[in-house]
């Protein structure tokens, strides 16, 4: 689908996430740093999982995979956290959701986790905050909350 500005819904998607990725760096003090953000179909998604996670259950929202230190990045002199994948297929025609899940996977690869409730509950109040900054109403889908909480 491509509107009147001649970007199609997921350009304007990613020039939204990027703009959104490098707030949130600045936020939280990371100002040096950048991530590559893939929106990505519901197939690629477990394919990737599949190949990288070892499952083919459950298809993810988002994965983060955090750069390899010393990796070499000569096209540039910022330091390079990682890859984020958000499932586009699901989400795309969500914005707020696209949001959320960029900056979940954002803090982890800043190295939040949330598999014990201390570290869950850390990092839900630090996305919210990030969101709120970012003047994104989280309203989150039956299907996000479920997946963040599971």
Do not use: C
């Not at 350009?11 to 600045?26: H, I, Q, W």
């Not at 100002?31 to 394919?47: H, K, P, Y």
């Not at 969101?131 to 889908?141: A, F, H, I, M, P």
């Amino acid at each position: 689908m491509t509107v009147a500005s001649g970007r199609t819904a997921r350009e304007r998607a990613m020039r939204t996430l990027n703009r959104f990725a490098g707030k949130t760096l600045r936020m939280l003090g990371k100002t040096g740093a950048g991530v590559e953000i893939s929106l990505i179909s519901e197939a690629d998604m477990r394919e990737i999982e599949r190949r990288t996670l070892g499952r083919e259950k459950k298809v993810l929202n988002v994965l983060a995979f955090p750069e390899p230190t010393g990796f070499p990045h000569p096209e540039t002199k910022k330091e390079f956290l990682g890859e984020i994948y958000v499932n586009w297929e699901r989400y795309g025609s969500r914005p707020s959701e696209l949001a959320y899940l960029m900056v979940h996977g954002l803090l982890h690869l800043l190295g939040y986790r949330h598999g014990r409730k201390n570290d869950m509950m850390a990092m839900y109040r630090l996305e919210r905050r990030v969101l709120e900054r970012l003047g994104v109403r989280q309203r989150l889908s039956h299907d996000v909350a479920l997946d963040y909480w599971s």
